[in-house]
């Protein structure tokens, strides 16, 4: 089965997503990012979600880690959850 490894940072509205992505695109380091911005407790460890398997995650979620080009911030990512902005790690 698919694997990836991915980091987050999840907030409330896409106009903070896309001020965050632009940081990140800026130099703004994204862990440091997602320590101070991110509403998911993943946010203390830097946005790191481990490893998962497709399915794991909710559906918009999966379409982009197991598609996305690797170490490249995605997003806003719409979820149930709020905005999120996903970079994809690793993936096997």
């Not at 999840?10 to 896309?18: F, G, I, Q």
């Not at 598609?67 to 905005?83: D, H, I, R, W």
């Amino acid at each position: 089965m698919a694997k990836a490894s991915a980091r987050h940072i999840l907030v409330d509205s896409e106009d903070k997503c896309l001020e965050l992505k632009k940081d990140i695109e800026n130099g703004s380091d994204f862990a440091e990012i997602a320590r101070e911005h991110s509403s998911c407790p993943s946010g203390r460890k830097g946005g790191e979600l481990g490893t998962f398997g497709r399915g794991q995650m909710v559906p918009e979620f999966d379409e982009v880690v197991f598609s996305a080009p690797l170490n490249e911030v995605q997003g806003p990512v719409k979820t149930q959850f709020g905005y999120h902005l996903l970079e994809v790690t690793d993936r096997g």
